[in-house]
Nanobody, 122 residues
Framework: VQLQASGGGLVQAGGSLRLSCAAS????????VAWFRQAPGKEREFVSV???????YETNSVKGRFTISRDNAKNTVWLQMNSLRPEDTAIYYC?????????????????WGQGTQVTVSS
C-alpha cells in the first residue's frame, strides 16, 4: 500500500482544513488508517484512527474538532479539522496497518505517507 497525504496549509486560528490520504492497492478496505502529527522538537503524536469497519478512536485534544472518515470505494481517508488552534501546527502523516484494527502506537503501522504541513497562526 502506498499512501499520499495532502491538504495541509496555512490557516488562522479558528479556521478549518481537510486533509486527504489517498491509497493505492486493492485491499485498502481491510486496513486501519490513522493520522499522526509531529511538531518541531516533539515526538510523533497520535491524532485519530478509523478501522476497516469504521470504528473511530481519537486523542482527547481533538475531540469535537477533528473528524476522521473514509470511503473505501475511493481508497481515501479524510481528516476534517475545525476550530484549529496554534498548537495543532505540525506535519500530519497518515499511516495504515492490517495487523491491528485500530491503534495509537506508531510502531503498529506498516505504511506511511509523506506528510503534509499544517500551520495555524494566532
Amino acid at each position: 500500500v502506498q499512501l499520499q497525504a495532502s491538504g495541509g496549509g496555512l490557516v488562522q486560528a479558528g479556521g478549518s482544513l481537510r486533509l486527504s490520504c489517498a491509497a493505492s492497492g486493492r485491499t485498502f478496505s481491510s486496513y486501519a488508517v490513522a493520522w499522526f502529527r509531529q511538531a518541531p522538537g516533539k515526538e510523533r503524536e497520535f491524532v485519530s484512527v478509523i478501522s476497516w469497519h469504521a470504528i473511530i478512536y481519537e486523542t482527547n485534544s481533538v475531540k469535537g474538532r477533528f473528524t476522521i472518515s473514509r470511503d473505501n470505494a475511493k481508497n481515501t481517508v479524510w481528516l476534517q479539522m475545525n476550530s484549529l488552534r496554534p498548537e495543532d501546527t505540525a506535519i500530519y502523516y497518515c499511516a495504515a496497518t492490517r495487523r491491528y484494527s485500530g491503534s495509537s502506537d506508531p510502531d503498529h503501522y506498516d505504511y506511511w505517507g509523506q506528510g503534509t504541513q499544517v500551520t495555524v497562526s494566532s
